[in-house]
């Protein structure tokens, strides 16, 4: 323990803040250790407080808001950004951006400066709309670290507080646990056991131990002082103080972030296929376009102007721009629509991860259930008690045999309320309104034990004051136990120092020697073990989590059995042993209610569930099956001692059927996720500690738990869920195939019109030109330049559909542009639409006499008939093009079930469309540009028709493919996956 010696006891003054900040701005100066943090490192901690002239009782608010206004926010600040002009530029330096410039010029070149306009605007609007997609995107995503952010746990104003990470000032005590990211350099003012892993400083992975005491070596670099703390660095075990000495940019961490900030994140699987796949198209549309030039100029004999924009067409109608910009702002609103399922997706990588998660690993306690606890049942050898009351408010009694019992009436009972009370560090805050809730501070499961306490009739402040903790061995998930060491005022079994201990039972009642029954301390006799696990295995099996309490009276043994009786000898290994078992306490901890959908939905989807808890086999078996992760009765129960002893295989066998892994210590969880990933699945898993961060790292999607997680678990995490909730994990994955779906439904889209703008050119060509050119290329640029564009945005907003939680799981070597697509896309839609566009173009030739033909070549002086033929062309393909955004929209089902007109982008790009193509026929300006000429009220009923003819063969389509999968469906079963 800390001496109080010489040590100023109020907050610093006004005048000390100079010198504060003269300190601050001194060791910011200070090269590695040398200069002020030499200095500090080498003072006591009573001299350090001296030094930073701060008290015991922390920085007052006002000190720390007059230190903020000197020296600033504790922020790293953040790199270069790619300057905006850069990133607006870089969208029109690009291969197929260079592609168009070229075109352009060469249009100019030949004389047709308003081709040449034309390719250079859609390069232009390209261009603009990439950078404007990408803006959106980027702003969607800073928005989401906005979402996150660090706080640190300090000693303001005499009192614990959690304050932002960026308010911390020099001088301020924060304080450590384990799990915690630290946020500024520190001076270690306590420790208990305290390690902290400093990977990110020196990139050593094994922890450094961190003490309080005065370090006088020479020759340490900062991350080897014992006693000083680092910003970026996380404490991996124990606990401590640190009193702040450098903030933002002065850390040691701010040094080299400046050196590494400019990392920028790798681009997801999907957007390098997508990169890929745009290369592949420019190529292959450039190589249609030299083919088409041959052919022009050596089957039909045009000159060579004309075979240049010909040809030209070609290119630009192949060429997908705007693809990649469009994926990255689906991916982005995906994320922005997850966080509002409380899902924060870190990096847009993740979605496509999440879209075809195959098996999720998640535990128990908080994620399926409510991490609600209330004690239902107690048990003493000599009694077993029912507790009435639901939640934390201390209403309800304690009885049994229908008499009521107050700790009092009843010293087991009375024993087993106070070390359950004793041994916890959880807060019960009041409701300060009637009627309100009471609030936990803390761990849920010691809460409850408080309200069983209470309602015992004993009083928390009154037994702390009689029996102060001298000692605390922390709550780890390895040992399933914790212990509290107490100066008693009236000796128990004569001693006047206990450890109480509470843990899982089965471990409590190995490392006991001794019961207690009726007051007396008896042998624990194999008969009584037995009676205990007995009870402990017929709660377990209803489902309830059970805690045993056990004692050890230090005084009277410490000599005879060899417990060292200095402080620092109090470990677990000395304390936590020769115990006198006291008592259960069995709580209830109910399943969240939207679970049980949440797991039929992956069982629809094809995703398995594996439950990996801490908890008892029977208890995690039981919930389990309530909520319908596991069906009939083959089901393993593997445990984290039986794990240890099976080989890969054996695990890999186990995991091919139902199971449940209990009583698993973290570090397992790692082994699970590393034999799934070796059976193929796409694994997602949840976490909360330190011990998870490797499986969280290792898993295809590490789950943080926002709530009860620690920092390092939610830094190792790809998603953190901010209600800790299994069902949000279920909505993302809902999201992330969504977001594919959408992706490839847009792909479609955009692909389809490719086959009616090269179909009337292929005609043209293939009939030796005795079918005049039905399409010009002006004609073919402005599909491209507007009419297609933004109906095929509303499709990226989709919402998911009905049916993508009713598929299984998507294949990750799967290709975003498959076969199928690529077939429905030329050979199904772009046949319908080149159909419709050649129906219209022979229909205004029938009408007026066959062939209308282009007079003085394509430029100027065109037959009034060939050029309104044409347009009908150009119309019919627009027309058809509303007919398939509606037919995108789903894969399968009727898009009437959707909604015909719920998704708004798409209606408003359809009437956007609609109006350009009146527009450009009409106006007479741009009738000369774009070879346009108005149409006729027989070529209007014409169009009107084509959507709906077009939008109703793939509604029977769909439907015939609906009736086939529901006689595949009807068919046996499946094998699960
Ligand atoms: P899950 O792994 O599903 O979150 P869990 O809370 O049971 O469930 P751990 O936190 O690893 O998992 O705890 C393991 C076991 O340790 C618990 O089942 C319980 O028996 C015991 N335990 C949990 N919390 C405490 C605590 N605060 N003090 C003492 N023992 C505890």
Not at 119 to 148: D, H, P, Y
Not at 259 to 276: F, K, V, W
Not at 438 to 456: F, H, R
Not at 705 to 711: P, V
Request: proline share 5%; glycine share 8%; aromatic share 6%.
């Amino acid at each position: 323990m800390e001496s109080r010696t010489g040590v100023p006891s109020q907050g610093a003054t006004g005048a000390s803040a100079k010198a504060n900040a003269s300190l601050a701005a001194r060791t910011s100066a200070a090269k590695g250790a040398a200069g002020p943090l030499d200095e500090i490192r080498r003072m006591t901690t009573d001299l350090v407080f001296g030094q930073l002239n701060v008290g015991r009782g922390g920085l007052t608010s006002k000190e720390a808001a007059a230190r903020q206004q000197k020296l600033g926010k504790n922020l790293i600040q953040s790199g270069k950004k790619k300057s905006p002009i850069v990133a607006f530029l870089s969208n029109f330096t690009h291969l197929m951006a260079v592609l168009l410039w070229v075109a352009g010029i060469i249009a100019f070149v030949a004389g047709m400066p308003e081709l040449g306009c034309a390719v250079w605007l859609v390069n232009v609007i390209n261009g603009v709309f990439s950078f404007w997609q990408e803006f959106r995107a980027s702003q969607a995503t800073e928005a989401l670290k906005k979402m996150l952010p660090a706080y640190a746990n300090v000693i303001r104003d005499g009192q614990e507080q959690k304050i932002l990470a960026e308010d911390l000032v020099p001088g301020d005590i924060m304080l450590l646990a384990e799990g915690d990211k630290i946020s500024a350099d520190a001076r270690v003012i306590s420790s208990s056991d305290l390690q902290v892993n400093q990977s990110t400083l020196n990139g050593e992975s094994t922890p450094s131990r961190k003490t309080a005491d005065a370090v006088l070596e020479e020759g340490l670099s900062p991350a080897e002082i014992p006693n000083l703390v680092f910003a970026g660095t996380s404490v991996s075990e124990g606990n401590g103080r640190a009193i702040v000495l450098r903030i933002g940019m002065d850390t040691e961490f701010g040094k080299i972030a400046s050196l590494t900030q400019n990392m920028e994140d790798a681009e997801s699987p999907l957007q390098r296929e997508l990169d890929r796949l745009t290369k592949q198209v420019t190529i292959f549309a450039t190589a249609m376009g030299l083919a088409f030039f041959a052919l022009n100029i050596f089957v039909v004999h045009n000159p060579f102007a004309e075979a240049f924009i010909f040809s030209l067409g070609m290119v630009v109608a192949f060429i997908p721009e705007g693809l990649l910009p469009t994926v990255t702002l689906s991916l982005a609103m995906a994320v922005q629509r997850m966080s509002k399922r409380n899902a924060l997706v870190k990096k847009l990588n993740s979605v496509e991860a999440l879209g075809s998660t195959s098996v999720i690993c998640t535990d128990k306690t908080g994620t399926l259930t409510q991490n609600e606890m209330t004690v239902k049942h107690l048990w003493t050898a000599a009694r077993t008690y029912e507790v009435t009351g639901v939640g934390y408010a201390p209403e309800g009694f304690i009885e049994s045999e229908g008499k009521r019992y107050r700790a009092v009436d009843d010293v087991d009972l009375e024993l087993l309320l106070e070390g359950g009370l004793l041994c916890g560090n959880a807060r019960l805050h009041a409701p300060e309104e009637e009627g309100g809730r009471y609030e936990v501070m803390g761990d849920p499961t010691e809460a409850c034990l408080i309200v069983s306490a209470q309602k015992g009739g004993i009083d928390p402040a009154e037994l702390d004051g009689r029996m102060p903790r001298v000692k605390e061995l922390p709550f780890e998930s390895r040992r399933k136990r914790m212990t509290t060491v107490h100066a008693l005022e009236d000796p128990l079994d004569g001693a006047r120092t206990v450890a109480f201990v509470k843990g899982a039972p089965n471990e409590v009642v190995k490392l006991s020697e001794r019961i207690r029954v009726n007051g007396e301390v008896v042998e624990l006799t194999d008969e009584l073990r037995a009676r205990i696990m007995d009870a402990n295995d017929r709660y377990a099996a209803d489902g309830l989590r059970v805690l045993a309490v056990a004692y050890r009276a230090i005084d009277d043994t410490a000599h005879s059995e060899g417990v060292p009786v200095a402080m620092s000898d109090y470990t677990p290994e000395n304390i936590e042993c020769h115990l006198v078992f006291v008592g259960l306490e069995v709580m209830l901890d109910p399943p969240r209610p939207e679970v049980a959908d949440a797991v039929a939905k992956c069982r629809r989807a094809g995703i398995r569930i594996v439950m990996i808890t801490g908890d008892y086999g029977l208890t995690a078996a039981s919930i389990a099956r309530r909520i319908g992760i596991v069906e009939g009765d083959d089901l393993s129960v593997v445990s984290g001692f039986e794990l240890a002893q099976m080989s890969d295989d054996e695990l890999k066998e186990k995991l091919r059927g139902q199971v449940v892994f209990a009583r698993m210590a973290p570090e397992q969880k790692l082994r699970v996720v590393t034999a799934l990933q070796e059976m193929g699945e796409i694994v997602a898993v949840t976490g909360d500690g330190v011990n998870d961060a490797p499986a969280l790292k290792k898993a295809d999607i590490g789950v943080a738990m926002g709530i009860t997680g620690t920092d390092v678990a939610k830094e190792a995490a790809d998603m953190i869920l901010t209600d800790d909730n299994f069902a949000s994990i279920v909505a993302a994955i809902e999201e992330g195939r969504a977001v594919y779906s959408n992706i490839r439904k847009f792909l479609l889209y955009i692909l389809n019109s490719n086959a009616p703008e090269a179909v009337p050119s292929a005609v043209y060509l293939l009939s030796g030109g005795a079918v005049p050119l039905p399409l010009t290329t002006m004609q073919i640029l402005t599909i491209d330049l507007g009419t297609d564009l933004l109906p095929a945005l509303g499709l990226g907003t989709e919402p998911p559909e009905g049916t993508v939680m009713d598929q299984p799981p998507r294949d990750p070597n799967e290709r975003l542009l498959n076969k199928r697509v690529l077939g429905k896309a030329f050979l199904w839609y772009g046949m319908m639409g080149s159909a419709a566009a050649m129906a219209g173009y022979f229909l205004v030739n029938l009408l007026n006499g066959w062939p209308a033909l282009p007079l003085a070549g394509l430029g100027n002086d065109l037959d009034p008939v060939y050029v309104q033929a044409t347009t009908m062309t150009l119309a019919g393909i627009v027309f058809a093009q509303i007919g398939q955004v509606m037919n995108c929209r789903t894969e399968r089902a009727s898009v009437f079930s959707i909604g015909l007109f719920s998704n708004r982008k798409i209606l408003f790009g359809i009437v956007f469309e609609i109006a350009l193509i009146v527009f450009l026929t009409m106006f007479p300006p741009l009738q000369g540009v774009f070879h346009t000429a108005p149409l006729g009220w027989q070529d209007y009923v014409f169009l009107a028709c084509i959507p709906f003819v077009v939008f109703a063969i793939e509604e029977v389509r769909k439907l015939v493919v609906r009736r086939m999968h529901a006689h595949d469906a009807s068919a046996p079963a499946k094998a699960a996956r």
